[in-house]
């Protein structure tokens, strides 16, 4: 059975009857959770149960839970984490050990509500230009600190049976806007990038899943990195990186075009998912319309990708929570 080459979002607490229909009939390849999906922990076990009855498997449920100002879950159902920046500052050289635990504390919280996959390890390099939407989500301003952080970041919430996914390949740290609004530009020939934002991604490139960046480089192709095709040469070749890759969501207002057509671009220029996060029902029917079945190619880093959820292992929340707040000092969650 192909996959449909989409992840995609719900309205609200429950799958409306329509919804139901257009997931069990387009196959999605998996789903994203967001805030407003959210009410209580019971509730978003059942919305993930329906997700995987719609299309009648046990498909990856996906989130932005990196911790800090980019987190779905909130207080009750999770800790509310300091920004990445802030918690490697503050646990300096056991930085490693203390995110390792950090995100297997994380990904706890996510598989005991059925969501099994999750928006991190975000490892773009920090710089001194990088605009404020991403700086301190930022782990560190070292290419190799940051692949080692992003290394345990990873393996946290492997332990944990959730898949990480890695972002923004191939690198976002250079960026002056925030693509959510705009489009950022990087010019910068493509063997300093190899030598600086790419450090990272390349040291990461056997995960089982990354998302593209919403960002023109402009000395290697004229279109943003998620539709070109360029880029995606540069980030199977040059960064090596052999997991199912995902757009970036195709709303973001850095592509131009309706979703349907940006849908399109993407697929043709290489990318195995799209993300379409926060459109209408119309839009996300033409969405996965447009985007289709998975390839072959697709389809088989997708199965391989779902191989490496494993079952969680034992984890002794007490225990884990002392050991990091020796860590850092007594100074892990916001106040």
């Given at each position: 059975m192909?996959?449909?080459?989409?992840?995609?979002?719900?309205?609200?607490?429950?799958l409306?009857?329509?919804?139901?229909?257009?997931?069990?009939?387009?196959?999605?390849?998996?789903?994203?959770?967001?805030?407003r999906?959210?009410?209580?922990?019971?509730?978003?076990?059942?919305?993930?149960?329906?997700?995987?009855?719609?299309?009648?498997?046990?498909?990856?449920?996906?989130?932005?839970?990196?911790?800090?100002?980019?987190?779905?879950?909130?207080?009750?159902?999770?800790r509310?984490?300091?920004?990445?920046?802030?918690?490697?500052?503050?646990?300096?050289?056991?930085a490693?050990?203390?995110?390792?635990?950090?995100?297997?504390?994380?990904?706890?919280?996510?598989?005991?509500?059925g969501?099994?996959?999750?928006?991190a390890?975000?490892?773009d390099?920090?710089?001194?230009?990088?605009?404020?939407?991403?700086?301190?989500?930022?782990?560190?301003?070292?290419?190799e600190?940051?692949?080692?952080?992003?290394?345990?970041?990873?393996?946290?919430?492997?332990?944990?049976?959730?898949?990480?996914?890695?972002?923004?390949?191939?690198?976002?740290?250079?960026a002056?806007?925030?693509s959510?609004?705009?489009?950022?530009?990087?010019?910068?020939p493509?063997?300093?990038?190899?030598r600086?934002?790419?450090?990272?991604?390349?040291?990461?490139?056997?995960?089982?899943?990354?998302m593209?960046?919403?960002?023109?480089?402009?000395?290697?192709?004229?279109q943003p990195?998620?539709?070109?095709?360029?880029?995606?040469?540069?980030?199977?070749?040059?960064?090596?990186f052999?997991?199912l890759?995902?757009?970036?969501?195709i709303?973001?207002?850095a592509l131009?075009?309706?979703p349907?057509?940006?849908?399109?671009?993407?697929?043709?220029?290489?990318?195995?998912?799209v993300?379409?996060?926060?459109?209408?029902?119309?839009?996300?029917?033409q969405v996965?319309?447009?985007?289709?079945?998975?390839?072959?190619?697709?389809q088989?880093?997708?199965?391989?990708?779902l191989?490496?959820?494993?079952?969680p292992?034992?984890?002794?929340?007490?225990?884990?929570?002392?050991?990091?707040?020796?860590?850092?000092?007594?100074?892990v969650?916001e106040?």
């Amino acid at each position: 059975m192909k996959y449909g080459a989409t992840i995609t979002d719900a309205e609200g607490l429950r799958l409306t009857q329509q919804e139901k229909d257009l997931f069990r009939q387009m196959n999605p390849f998996g789903f994203i959770l967001f805030a407003r999906n959210i009410e209580h922990a019971d509730q978003a076990r059942a919305l993930c149960d329906d997700f995987r009855e719609a299309v009648g498997r046990n498909c990856p449920i996906t989130i932005d839970q990196e911790g800090g100002r980019v987190q779905r879950l909130r207080a009750p159902l999770a800790r509310e984490w300091l920004p990445p920046l802030d918690h490697v500052a503050n646990a300096a050289e056991q930085a490693e050990r203390a995110m390792y635990l950090r995100y297997r504390l994380i990904a706890d919280e996510l598989f005991s509500l059925g969501i099994d996959s999750n928006c991190a390890p975000m490892v773009d390099v920090a710089r001194p230009e990088t605009h404020k939407f991403l700086k301190n989500r930022c782990y560190d301003a070292d290419p190799e600190r940051v692949s080692r952080i992003g290394k345990a970041v990873a393996q946290g919430h492997l332990d944990g049976g959730v898949l990480p996914v890695l972002k923004h390949i191939p690198g976002h740290g250079r960026a002056t806007l925030d693509s959510h609004h705009d489009l950022p530009h990087v010019d910068l020939p493509l063997d300093e990038l190899e030598r600086s934002d790419f450090v990272p991604f390349r040291a990461l490139n056997d995960l089982p899943m990354g998302m593209t960046a919403h960002l023109v480089y402009d000395r290697i192709d004229p279109q943003p990195a998620t539709i070109s095709a360029t880029m995606m040469d540069v980030i199977r070749d040059r960064i090596g990186f052999g997991g199912l890759i995902m757009t970036d969501d195709i709303g973001m207002k850095a592509l131009s075009g309706t979703p349907a057509e940006v849908s399109r671009q993407a697929i043709s220029a290489g990318c195995d998912v799209v993300l379409h996060c926060n459109g209408t029902f119309a839009e996300r029917a033409q969405v996965m319309e447009a985007a289709g079945e998975m390839s072959d190619v697709a389809q088989a880093r997708a199965e391989r990708a779902l191989a490496m959820r494993k079952a969680p292992q034992e984890l002794d929340i007490p225990a884990v929570e002392a050991e990091l707040s020796a860590l850092m000092g007594g100074q892990v969650y916001e106040r």
